[in-house]
């Protein structure tokens, strides 16, 4: 990481370029390739009010350049706060690659599973056949109850009722019938 720090109308001192290094040495750990860091430091005074303006460029790889200004009467609590928005920026992009990461290695394992599961395993499972349903037209519930108890190998009927809803009209075992 390049880090490059430059003073506008004010003479850096040793101090400062060593507080300002400090506070950006923290971005590493977030593992995003930084290629620089350009950090311009402005004396700014207006209206006899004295102030300092910090702009901070971030060049990451693969990635458009990130900038961030602020604004603070203090030099250091000016570099602060560029390092604090600095770092809410780059946690973000960390969480966004690793969140894309993660969902790249779940499906790699889910494909995995899906290609390690043979036909052999499937054969003891209940093979689910699709149907369609037989009646189209909306049915009364009685007319649903006579056309279940016509047929004792049917266990449900599944219809629409006069408001399309889809109901279910079901067999229990104690002889009775159940709907949903």
Do not use: W
Not at 40 to 50: L, N, P, Q
Not at 51 to 69: E, M, Q, Y
């Amino acid at each position: 990481m390049n880090i490059s720090i430059t003073g506008k109308q004010f003479e850096l001192t040793e101090s400062i370029k060593n507080y300002i290094v400090s506070a950006f040495e923290s971005f590493e750990k977030y593992n995003l390739d930084i290629i620089s860091i350009r950090c311009v430091i402005s004396a700014d005074e207006k209206k006899g009010r004295k102030g300092f303006v910090v702009d901070l460029a971030l060049n990451l790889a693969r990635k458009d350049t990130i900038v961030i200004s602020g604004k603070d009467k203090d030099l250091y609590a000016a570099i602060d706060s560029i390092a604090t928005r600095a770092s809410k920026v780059l946690r973000r992009h960390h969480d966004k690659n690793i969140t894309v990461k993660n969902k790249d290695e779940i499906k790699e394992q889910l494909l995995d599973m899906h290609d390690a599961i043979t036909s052999e395993e499937l054969e003891d499972i209940d093979e689910i056949v699709p149907m369609e349903l037989e009646i189209y037209k909306p049915l009364e519930i009685e007319e649903a109850l006579s056309i279940l108890k016509s047929d004792d190998t049917k266990q449900f009927l599944v219809f629409y009722d006069m408001d399309a809803k889809l109901r279910v009209l079901y067999r229990r075992k104690d002889g009775k019938f159940g709907l949903y």
